[in-house]
T-cell receptor, first 115, second 115 residues
Framework: AQKVTQAQTEISVVEKEDVTLDCVYE???????LFWYKQPPSGELVFLIR??????QNEISGRYSWNFQKSTSSFNFTITASQVVDSAVYFC????????????FGGGTRLMVKP | DAGVIQSPRHEVTEMGQEVTLRCKPI?????LFWYRQTMMRGLELLIY????????DSGMPEDRFSAKMPNASFSTLKIQPSEPRDSAVYFC?????????????FGPGTRLLVL
């Protein structure tokens, strides 16, 4: 069975603060893929990043960075110098080969960035 | 390039009525997924198709729900008869499956309200 846990249901920060969104996953598979999606107030789900289980290299994209640690089964997402436009619900998701094409989503973290 | 297209974007109907949601996947993608998002249950996979064939419909809540994919560029999700508890946002997603690692891209969703 697969499971994704986003323990932080809601985070509130002030603009320009750094914020980290936690994601912990469970899977018995050795090959799996991790994703982050953003859901802004408009409602659509926007793909942010995909990570393979055999690639633990951290990734940075502008103000966004991701820290993948297999030893702790975590795939955390950090926003540096947050902006009001970052306000959204962020979902972490897991997919493993033995689960077919199914994406298992976490419950999401609502991030509110105040000016 | 056009993303996943869903229609209608909003639907309000009365209990007992038939509801049909439509999806056009990204051109060239060979897998299509229907999800439902509610506050109580989060994002749930209802059904997915690969090469127009339904692969896993274990997430379809009951016989009132049915989905079809008559060709590679069109899918429908039908609810008949609809009930108030079906009120949710329904997302369609597509991907190009070539080995089990591909990213799912989501449409804007259909917000359904059953009165």
């Amino acid at each position: 069975a697969q499971k994704v846990t986003q323990a932080q249901t809601e985070i509130s920060v002030v603009e320009k603060e750094d914020v980290t969104l936690d994601c912990v996953y469970e899977t018995r598979d050795t090959t799996y893929y991790l994703f982050w999606y953003k859901q802004p107030p408009s409602g659509e789900l926007v793909f942010l990043i995909r990570r393979n289980s055999f690639d633990e290299q951290n990734e940075i994209s502008g103000r966004y960075s991701w820290n993948f640690q297999k030893s702790t089964s975590s795939f955390n997402f950090t926003i540096t110098a947050s902006q009001v436009v970052d306000s959204a619900v962020y979902f972490c998701a897991l997919r493993s080969n033995n689960a077919g094409n199914m994406l298992t989503f976490g419950g999401g973290t609502r991030l509110m960035v105040k000016p | 390039d056009a993303g996943v297209i869903q229609s209608p974007r909003h639907e309000v109907t009365e209990m007992g009525q038939e509801v049909t949601l439509r999806c056009k996947p990204i051109s060239g993608h060979n897998s299509l997924f229907w999800y439902r998002q509610t506050m109580m249950r989060g994002l749930e996979l209802l059904i997915y198709f690969n090469n127009n064939v339904p692969i896993d419909d274990s997430g379809m809540p009951e016989d009132r729900f049915s989905a079809k994919m008559p060709n590679a560029s069109f899918s429908t999700l039908k609810i008949q008869p609809s009930e108030p508890r079906d009120s949710a946002v329904y997302f369609c997603a597509s991907s190009l499956e070539a080995g089990g690692s591909e990213t799912q891209y989501f449409g804007p969703g259909t917000r359904l309200l059953v009165l």
